[in-house]
């Protein structure tokens, strides 16, 4: 599937250039948003399972939106039409601290960080009718591969014991798709013009593999554990009812009596995009 989207991207922007009189680049800015599935679905379950059994301070965020930077070349058929190739990058984080007790009266202080970054790599159809002499609408569409990087800390410290430690996750992955979207281009003179534009870009990503550590101090020393092959898992927990959460494991996955439905979890790329930016034509 993936094999066949690049030799298809490749074989539009070749017939393009080779019937193309002119060309346009694009550069643009802006926000980028995420369902974020199994992450922000178990963010909930634990923000939920701490007010339930702790004295809390504070919640844990879910991963959201954030800054979007993206270019792209386009090649026109005519006046009208035209294929676009492009890229970009964006990175989806939010840093969140929360401080609760259990019921014996341990403290603990936890600071999440996830991270959320996409290269996309796309191939658009655009077609440009004229509302006016400097005004053109931009329909667009067209497939999208995007290599996704997942990370995770979680900085914490607790009076049970005395510990302090850091769980750390990272892992690349990659995620095909497609996107549709609109917008304006205003000529301002000669070949430049500003540019604004929305979209749907839809993604999810696989089986999320990756580095997993978590290193620390309590009051009997220093511990450290590590492993190349764990993996982000979704689960059930149930108490006096259940709550959605996640974790990292090995490949057997998490287990205990209050665990089930364990699976490998996902994270939903797909939400909107909102950029303006300018563009050349040569």
Known sequence: ????????S???????????????????????WINGNDYNRGIDGLNSYLQSVSSVQGAYKKVMRGPDLE?????YWG??????????FSDISHKSRVVYSNPVMDVTDSTYEPHVSTIPLYLNVHF??????????DLFAGPVFQVVQFRFSDSSSSTYLMTR??????????????QAGLGLQLKISGGVSFVAQGCYRYGKTAE??????????NSSGN????????????YDYTTDKTYQRWGFFDLNGPAGDFISNARKARIDLSGARAMAGVMFTF
Request: proline residues 1%; aromatic residues 10%; glycine residues 12%.
């Open 223 to 234: 511990f450290a554990n590590s492993s190349d092959s764990y993996f982000f898992w979704a």
């Open 165 to 178: 430690q850091t769980e750390s996750f990272s892992s690349s992955t990659t995620a095909l798709g497609a």
């Open 10 to 32: 490749f074989l539009l922007l070749s017939a393009s250039l080779a019937h193309s009189q002119l060309v346009s680049f694009k550069l643009m800015g802006g926000l980028s």
């Open 1 to 8: 599937m993936k094999k066949a989207a690049a030799c298809l």
């Open 128 to 137: 440009l009718p004229r509302l006016g002499q400097r005004l053109r609408l």
């Open 208 to 217: 999320i593999t990756g580095n997993w550590s978590l290193i620390g101090n």
């Open 71 to 75: 270019g792209e070349i386009l090649v």
């Open 79 to 88: 006046t009208r039409a035209a294929v676009g190739f492009g890229g970009g």
